[in-house]
């Protein structure tokens, strides 16, 4: 499996909601696309699913054109519409006929995959009464039914309740063992649970594309933090001649020691401690935001 999407663009009217996209994924990743409401994922997705044309660009699965690829994918659209009178089994059953699937095979499938999803006692219960979480189970199940290679889903957890949300996501954490996932997202934090590398989207265009290391790495500030005894305190008062020293700031129980050049700065630095006589309780070189941080740096 291998998805190519190629210079997508498509415009709404004046607004261009995916302006020259492009990414590639391969068997066996999860990715995440990310980005604030209204930045293009949804159009994204949908042109990927072959539900909406792009305007310019194309997308290739294992080098095919996307429209005669169409049953190698799983969506999951943002808001699936189930109708509340079917039960689960019954959903999957009336969706998968009108994909083309064997009736004798659904009748053997449907329940394996209820299983899976965690809905196997629920089989037989209407989908009107089913909470967020469940919904949105069946709704993967529907996905997976003709056994895709790539399953694409829009923002299958944000808009569900803290456990919805754990339910969705360990049962995610199971399916991209065997599926190469792409998921949207605009929380964070829901895609670093389960996925590898992040693509990050803005006003449609990709304005980043890493693995959670690689961008913790880009946006490490070159920064020491260190811990000294009070009365070493004095070192400090010291650094502020140094050509390599920019800022010193107090930081909780600490100090934050801005530099030029991180790596060589570091050594000089502790070099220059142990001449003072400086006992070091903690020296850290490069402080590392967290994710939600980067996320935030990015889009906003
Ligand atoms: P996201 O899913 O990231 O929130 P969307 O892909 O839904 O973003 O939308 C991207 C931009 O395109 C938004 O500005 C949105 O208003 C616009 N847009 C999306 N669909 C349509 C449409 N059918 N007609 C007009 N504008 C649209
Ligand atoms: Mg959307």
């Known amino acids: 499996m291998r998805l190519e999407i190629k210079n997508i ?49 194309e997308i290739f699965l294992d080098g095919k054109k996307i429209s005669s690829m169409k049953n190698q994918i799983g969506y999951l659209p943002q808001y699936p519409n189930f109708f509340s009178w079917m039960t689960a089994f019954e959903t999957l059953s009336f969706m998968g006929t009108l994909s083309g699937l064997e009736k004798n095979e659904l009748q053997k499938e449907i329940p394996l995959l209820l299983e899976k999803v965690g809905l196997g006692k629920e089989a037989h219960l209407h989908v009107g009464t089913f909470s967020g979480g469940m919904k949105q189970r069946l709704g993967i199940a529907q996905a997976l039914l003709h056994k895709p290679a790539l399953m694409i889903m829009d923002e299958p957890v944000s808009a569900l309740d803290p456990i919805g949300r754990r339910e969705v ?40 594309d890493a693995t959670k290391l690689e961008l913790l790495e880009r946006h490490q500030e070159s920064a020491i933090f260190v811990m000294i005894r009070k009365a070493d305190f004095q070192w400090l008062t010291m650094l502020d001649h140094l050509p390599y020293v920019k800022k010193i700031e107090s930081c909780g129980n600490g100090f934050k020691i801005h530099v030029k050049n991180l790596e060589t700065d570091a050594n000089c630095l502790i070099q220059h401690g142990l001449d003072s006589k400086v006992m070091f309780t903690k020296f850290e070189v490069g402080i590392q935001d967290n994710l939600e941080e980067i996320f935030l740096e990015l889009v906003v």
């Open 9 to 57: 663009t498509k415009k709404f009217k004046q607004k261009t909601a995916v302006n020259d996209f492009s990414m590639v994924i391969d068997a066996n990743e999860c990715v995440g696309l990310i980005g604030p409401n209204g930045a293009g994922k949804s159009t994204l997705i949908q042109i990927i699913a072959d539900i909406l044309n792009a305007d310019n660009g």
């Open 169 to 208: 996501l360990n049962l995610l954490k199971e399916i991209k063992k065997e599926t190469t996932i792409l998921l949207s997202t605009h929380i964070l934090s829901d895609a670093e649970e389960i996925c590898e590398r992040f693509v990050m989207i803005k006003n449609g265009h990709k304005i980043e």
